[in-house]
């Protein structure tokens, strides 16, 4: 792999570490676009990181079951694992506002860490059972708070209205 | 910088090691991952019906049979025992047998699930012979989600599993497709 295609990998990486160890001042050296693509990314995380084993045993249940019924389960399990990552985006989306939304993908990598310390536990032997919600419910709720301190540290973008009513008084004032 | 990067890799790595360990638990027991698959031979199990008596699967053997794994509160399992019901009375009389088995006795006493079932009957006016799980046939079909049906043929092998709501149509294709096969087998 050459340097250039590790340049995206690194980038990404350094803004999730500096988010995790030092986020104001990483938020505002981010470029408007520089996490762009993180929801995918963190979105794929939290599965690998949270709720592989569920997504494992679906596809076992797949190849057992074969047909629709199958394919079914596979993207049942998806949808489950990928509840919590998309209600914790759409929660941000509130707590940012729309002015500042445009970081709500933020939110995961504090889900992404805090879940995947949640599934360790299970791992190693500690059976969460209904609790398990309790933990999730947990840990989002954490992270929204953590968002909601750094809601000041993001600078509000104008909305696409503001810049077109913007452009036209520049035009206007031009002679 | 140094140190932004290297949590990030930390958490990377993290993530890695951990979906490394499901993983590697899954391939360990990836047999045992998921539904009791067609094929294999339905285990010997014990239900209890509402009359107080035990419905034995061994009971079944010689006839097509559809078994239905259902929980009061499902939705699905609601709209799939209706067909399930329909599709009861429109194989009366033929070597096809149905049983709806309530998987909720493995959370209650026997006595109160038998009464939770029989209002559940009265309710939507079933015809359907019921039973009740306690607990055994979950975990011996590795039941998840519900409605799950089992469809076996006459000789007590799964031949068809259906995990969540399966159409009327399906079913009927499933057993209609298994009496042809035991009229061949006869012949």
């Known amino acids: 792999m050459s340097g250039s295609c590790l340049m995206p990998v690194s980038a990404a990486l350094e803004r999730w570490g500096g988010l995790l160890i030092a986020p104001r001042s990483t938020l505002a050296r981010l470029a408007p676009e520089a996490d762009a693509h ?12 949270a709720e592989f084993d569920d997504v494992l045993a679906a596809i076992a249940t797949a190849i057992g079951l074969g047909g629709f019924g199958g394919a079914f389960a596979v993207v049942l399990a998806l949808g489950r694992a990928l509840i919590v990552p998309i209600v914790a985006l759409a929660a941000a989306d509130f707590v940012l506002g729309r002015a500042r939304a445009y970081r709500s ?10 879940m995947t310390c949640v599934h360790v536990a299970e791992q190693l032997g500690f059976a969460l059972g209904g609790a398990r919600w309790v933990a999730v419910v947990g840990v989002a709720a954490a992270s929204l708070v953590w968002l909601a301190w750094l809601r000041s ?3 509000p973008q104008p909305s696409p209205s503001e810049v077109a009513a913007s452009s036209v008084e520049t035009q206007e004032e031009s002679p | 910088m140094k140190w932004r990067l290297g949590v990030g890799v930390a958490l990377l790595a993290g ?3 951990v979906a490394s360990i499901d993983l590697s638990l899954a391939v360990q027991r990836w047999d045992e991952l998921g539904p009791v698959p067609p094929g294999e031979p339905m285990p010997a199990l014990s239900f209890a019906t509402l009359e107080g008596e035990a419905l034995d699967t061994a009971a079944l053997r010689g006839r097509v049979t559809v078994l239905t794994f259902w929980t009061t509160w499902c939705p699905a399992c609601r709209s799939e025992l209706a067909d399930v019901d329909a599709l009861a009375r429109e194989f009366e009389g033929e070597d096809v047998a149905f049983v709806a088995v309530n998987l909720e006795g493995g959370q209650m006493p026997l006595p109160r699930a038998r009464e ?14 019921l039973a009740i799980d ?5 975990r011996a079909l590795r039941i998840g989600p519900i409605p799950h049906t089992v469809v076996l043929d ?8 259906h995990q969540g709501r399966v159409l009327s149509r399906t079913l009927r294709a499933d ?11 006869s012949r």
Not at chain 1, 105 to 114: A, H, R, S
């Open chain 2, 116 to 129: 939770l079932v029989a209002n559940y009957r009265d309710e939507h006016a079933l015809t359907v012979p």
């Open chain 2, 15 to 17: 993530v890695v090691a």
């Open chain 2, 134 to 138: 306690g607990g055994a046939a979950a």
């Open chain 1, 153 to 155: 540290a993001i600078a």
């Open chain 1, 105 to 114: 993908t933020v939110v995961l990598v504090p889900v992404v860490l805090g």
């Open chain 2, 175 to 185: 057993i209609e497709r298994l009496q042809t096969t035991a009229a061949t087998d």
């Open chain 2, 154 to 161: 006459a000789a007590g092998a799964i031949r068809r599993v």
């Open chain 1, 38 to 49: 993180d929801g995918w990314w963190l979105g794929a995380l939290y599965v690998l990181g």
